[in-house]
C-alpha cells in the first residue's frame, strides 16, 4: 500500500473523482472503474527487478525519474514468484545494437528461469528510442512479446500499440489549479516557436490574425501568458509536441497536426484523447485547421479545454510520486499488462 496516510489517500480519490465527472463528456475511457483499480494496483501490484550492471544511464531525465521513482516505490519485491511483472533494468540506448541487446536478454534468460515462462511476456523495459527489429531469437522475443517503454514520441514503426507504453514528457511549467471551464482567451490559437515547422503552414497561420505565432524562443512568463490567453495550441507532430502536457494544463486545447494515426499517445489505456486534443491533417493547409478550430468552438470547446485540465494532472512529474501522478499512470497501464500466459516451468527443462 502507498506509503501515504489513508486520509490522504482518500482526499485525492475524492479529489479525482469530484473533479472528473464535473465534466459532460469524461476524458476518461472508464472514470468510473479507474479510482477501484488504481487501489487494487498500490494493495496489490509486484514488480521483480533483475540485478542491474554496474553502469546505468538512459537517454532523457524522464527515463531516469522513473526508474528512480520505481525502484523506491512500494510495488518493488525481493521474491520474484509474487511479481506480477520482471523489470529489465538496462539502458537500450539508441545506439545499442541489435547484438548488445540480445546479449543482455540472453544472459538475463540463463540465469533465471523467469524469461522462459512466457517468453519475456510478463517483462518490461525503457527505450527512449524504441527497440528496433532483429533476428536473433532474444530481440525477436523482446520486440514481439515485452512492453517497451519509451519517450513520446516514439521513432517511427518501433511502438507496437497493444503491448508498448510511452513516457508522458516532461513538463517545464503546470497552471496553477482552476476549475474546468474557467479560461478566458485572447487568441483562437498559439504556436511556438518550433511547434510546426512545415514551413508553407506557419506562413498561413503567420498570415492569420487571429493565430498567434512566435518566430523566436519567448522568455518563460510570456510562454505561460500565451497559453493561459489561447483557446488552441497548435502541434505538428514530431519532438516538440512534448509540450502538450503544458499547454493541456493551461486549458489549452491540443491540436496535433498529422498525417497519419497517432498510436504512441501517453496514457493510451486511460484517457480518451478525441475527448481531449483536436487531430488535423495538412492536406488542406491553414484554411482546413481554421476551419475546424471554428468547429470545435461551436460544437464542444469548453468541454475539451475542461477535460485537458483534468487529464494534465497525469502528466506531472514528482521526485516523489504523488496519487495520479504521471508515475502512478504509467504504472496504472502496466497493471493492465500483468495478465500473461504463465507456461509450466516444466515444459522448460
Known sequence: MSSLPLFLCFFFLTAFVTLSTALTSSPYLSHTILPQNYQKMLKNFKIYVYPPPETLSFDSKVESLFYSSLLHSPFITQNPEEAHLFFLPFSFHSDLSPRSAARVVGDYRTEFIYWNRTLGADHFFLSCSGVGHGSDRNVVELKKNSVQISCFPTTPGLFIPHKDVSLPPLANVHAPAHAPGSKSTSHLAYVRYNWVKESNLVEQLLADPEILVESEPSDQMTYEERLAGSKFCLFEYGPEISGIGEAMSFGCVPVVITDRPVQDMPLMDLLTWQQIAVFVGTSGGGREIKRVLGRVVVEGYEEMSG???????????????????????????????????????????
Not at 494534465?312 to 500473461?340: C, G, I
Open 307 to 349: 477535460s485537458a485540465v483534468v487529464a494534465s494532472k497525469h502528466f506531472v512529474w514528482n521526485e516523489t510520486p504523488q496519487p495520479y501522478d504521471a508515475f502512478h499512470m504509467v504504472m496504472y497501464q502496466l497493471w493492465l499488462r500483468r495478465h500473461t500466459i504463465r507456461y509450466a516451468e516444466r515444459e522448460w527443462a
